[in-house]
């Protein structure tokens, strides 16, 4: 989350009047910069006649490191589609991560995915927390999802030829999504 840009613009009358700014960024979504920037200009009103820039920035910067999976909002909204109605996923901004309660039928995977600080620079970490599938699959649940993971974030060692040049993408919602995918599969072959 630390690629954030901010473009200030002065209006003649400020303090008076509030600073335009806009947000970029190349890891945070459009909707959540959108949301922040709105919440922001509408703080920065409150304190109109006084310098809001320095006041702007700091209200920005303590969001995202009160919320550090805010890197990964867009991620965990299409994540949150996949699951079922048995299913449950609950958020730790605290720990920076996921805990997640996979179930079908009479079987169940609870896992745990870890953010990383310079995400989606580095894979998630996942981890296995219970399972009741023979542990032939539980190995196979955590392994790929692992691997799916690394795959987003390291280049092959052998690039294929004609290729285009490896791009680091993040690896929470392919791995979870794995996870999800194979449990929900699985209990009814």
Known sequence: CKNLACCFMFPEEYPHSPIVFELKSKTLSVKLLDGLTKVTE?????????????????????FIEDNPLCCCSEEISKVKALLGP???????????SLSLTISKENYFVKCRAEIPENYPKHKVEISLVDCNFPRVFKAWFLENAKELARRCVEAPLKPKPNAPPFVVKPSLEPAVSFLVNSVQRYPGI
């Open 42 to 62: 509408n703080e920065c009103k409150k304190i109109l006649g006084k310098p809001q820039i320095l006041f702007a920035t700091k209200f920005i910067l303590k």
């Open 86 to 96: 048995d299913d449950f996923i609950k958020l730790s901004q605290k720990s920076s």
